[in-house]
């Protein structure tokens, strides 16, 4: 192919297919880019985000008839050959403007032979999307995983998506909704981020609660299925619903967190509001800070993360060690849904106490019937619905 001349290549392997990527060492040798800046963008950090997209699309493809998928911007074009050949789909649309990229995806669809099953595209990511927003032409999966925020193409995909349908995002700008830069996170998000020891659990949040609200635009309700953080990044899973009344019902489900920076005090407000209304701790009396407005709901579905770990035993995965620890953690979180979660190590600096095991924390917090479980965010993170009070208490009698 006429864009790949002079492009070294290196054949790896992922999943059940093996396929071609830009040789770093030799183009660092030559030119001394940074792997960002590759001709062809490739991240092998990524492995685990795509492992977990095909584990979830076999989970639901079956019984949803999810047979159209669209992957608007591949690089090498490796997940959208991996949902060809590891899942029971019937047709991928593979996109990505960058020319070399289309190029190098259509070498590796017919290195995989599965020339009949994907479709490689080279346009603009949102003028790919808009051209299967027609009914009838809609994909039943989206999933959008661009450098940076997802935020400029949800629109463009909540047309692309039929009614059930799917879509994933993935958000690498972790940074900004974390906190670091409130300015950007108002600006793409529209939402107040928080700096705080979850502050992880609160992007995801961040990101599903600006989806909502812009998908109730078109009268369209998002229900998140699956949504984790790790590395640098944070993913969601969402089904999307046609209706008006499910898309009230979905935004009744955003609301603002409020935390207590003197005593780590939580406090949710239900609902979207003109404003910001001050509120004091009901443990210390100090003005609590306020995040959002974020997704108050639940971010798992019971049914999707079981059969998602059903799946795993079938599917080959180099990380399967990883992608089976996070969902037995998701699967016992999930028991346990409230907003937000505790640190260890924070707890100790606020209560002025040794730092206590998250085990021995949950143990304690259970004996006296709370819930509480460990948190896929952090292996220091305690998830539960005890108070603080009690918390502080517990610790006390731990130390």
């Known amino acids: 192919m006429e864009e790949l001349q002079g492009l070294p290549l290196v054949e790896v392997e992922e999943g059940s297919v093996r396929f071609y990527v830009p040789e770093v060492e030799a183009l ?4 001394g880019p940074s792997t960002a800046r590759l001709p062809v963008f490739y991240n092998p950090a990524m492995e685990l985000n795509r492992d977990l997209a095909v584990v979830f699309l076999r989970a639901v493809g079956g019984a949803h008839r999810v047979k159209r998928v669209c992957e ?25 403007l960058n020319p070399k990229a289309a190029a190098l995806t259509k070498l590796n669809v017919e290195k995989a032979g599965v020339e009949g099953k994907v479709s490689v595209f080279s346009l603009d990511a949102e003028e790919l999307l808009c051209r299967f927003s027609a009914p009838g032409k809609r994909f039943d999966f989206v999933d959008l995983d661009p450098y940076g ?11 692309a998506v039929r009614r059930g349908g799917f879509l994933a995002l993935t958000a690498t700008d972790t940074a900004t909704l974390c906190g670091v830069n409130p300015k950007a996170c108002l600006r793409k998000y529209g939402a107040k981020p928080l700096k705080t020891e979850y502050c992880h659990e609160l992007a995801v949040r961040i990101l599903v609660g600006a989806a909502v609200r812009l998908a109730a635009r078109r009268d369209i309700a998002l229900k998140p299925l699956f949504t984790y953080s790790t590395d640098h990044y944070v993913r969601v899973y969402l089904q999307m619903f046609k209706g008006a009344r499910k898309a009230d019902e979905a935004l009744s489900m955003l609301g ?9 005090s939580r406090h949710t407000l239900q609902g979207l509001k003109p404003y910001h209304p001050a ?35 079938k599917v080959k995965l180099r ?4 992608a089976r620890s996070l969902l037995a953690k998701v699967r016992l979180e999930m028991e346990v849904d409230v907003p937000g979660y505790y640190t260890v190590d924070r707890l100790a600096e606020v209560f002025h106490s040794p730092p206590a095991s998250p085990v021995r924390l949950i143990k304690a917090l259970r004996k006296e019937g709370f819930k509480a479980s460990l948190t896929h965010f952090t292996p220091q993170g305690v998830r539960t619905d005890a108070p603080v009070k009690i918390l502080r208490r517990i610790l006390a009698g731990l130390s």
């Open 28 to 31: 660092r040798r030559r030119k």
């Open 72 to 96: 608007p911007m591949a690089g090498c074009g490796v997940r959208g050959v991996r949902f060809a050949v590891e899942t029971e789909v019937e047709w991928v649309a593979v996109n990505d």
């Open 149 to 159: 925020s997802p935020a400029p193409y949800l629109d463009s995909c909540f047309r």
């Open 256 to 264: 603002l967190l409020y935390h207590c920076l003197r005593c780590l």
């Open 279 to 313: 509120v004091k701790c009901g443990e210390c009396g100090l003005s609590m800070e306020a995040a959002g407005p974020l997704w108050l709901g639940s971010l798992w579905h019971r049914e999707t993360v079981e059969a998602m770990e059903a799946e795993l035993s």
């Open 319 to 322: 990380r399967l060690k990883e």
